[in-house]
């Protein structure tokens, strides 16, 4: 067995909170796991992107270009930068949900929604979920990554029961609680 994971984000999303998550549930099933992770202007919206490596014996951190099994895009738009790692089977796993770039908030420019739609199609199997609501459904927004974190994990041979209590482990105490609803209306999404 082995997955490359390509994580994507904008900063402040839990992009790599998310990937740490990731890493611990397959260590803790015993398998080898490299990350390798670029903040860029993080703090300030950013772009973010985590390498994550599984396997038997993993060498290197980083997934080669058009290696990568799953993209896992955290907003809408993200994962169109990093079209170049995906080959004809790498799925997608879509938070549907949109942050505007400066230049559309404004109104100076278009969300290139067309454009978006078009990529998707390149992927070979795409499960979009809107993780934005389903957070707001838990009751706090700040768990859209354990939304996304709950549908990866369908794609992934981890007992759910590990992915629970890695998330119980890594997020502050006093959002356990939204957290492991997050995760669980990702999962079922």
């Not at 979009?128 to 389903?134: K, P, Q, T, V, Y």
């Not at 990554?145 to 590990?162: E, Q, W």
Request: glycine content about 8%; aromatic content about 8%; charged content about 25%.
């Amino acid at each position: 067995m082995k997955f490359d994971i390509l994580m994507v984000g904008v900063g402040g999303q839990g992009t790599v909170l998310a990937s740490d998550i990731v890493c611990d549930v397959a260590l803790s099933a015993g398998y080898d796991v490299k990350k390798s992770e670029i903040h860029g202007m993080a703090q300030r919206g950013g772009s973010v992107v985590s390498h994550v490596r599984i396997g038997e014996k993993i060498a290197s951190p980083v997934i080669p270009v058009g290696s990568v099994d799953i993209l896992v895009s955290f907003e809408r738009m993200e994962f169109l930068r990093y079209l170049e790692y995906i080959n004809k089977n790498t799925s997608l796993v879509l938070n549907t949900g949109m942050i505007h770039p400066p230049g559309t908030a404004g109104g100076e420019e278009e969300y290139p929604e067309d454009y978006v739609e078009d990529n998707i199609k390149k992927f070979n199997n795409s499960y979009m979920i809107d993780a934005f609501e389903l957070a707001e459904q838990a009751l706090n927004r700040k768990v859209t990554s354990t939304v996304v974190l709950g549908k990866l994990a369908t794609l992934l041979p981890f007992r759910k029961k590990a992915w629970e209590e890695v998330i119980s482990d890594k997020v502050p105490p006093k959002t356990v609680e939204y957290n492991l609803k997050a995760f669980d209306l990702g999962f079922n999404a």
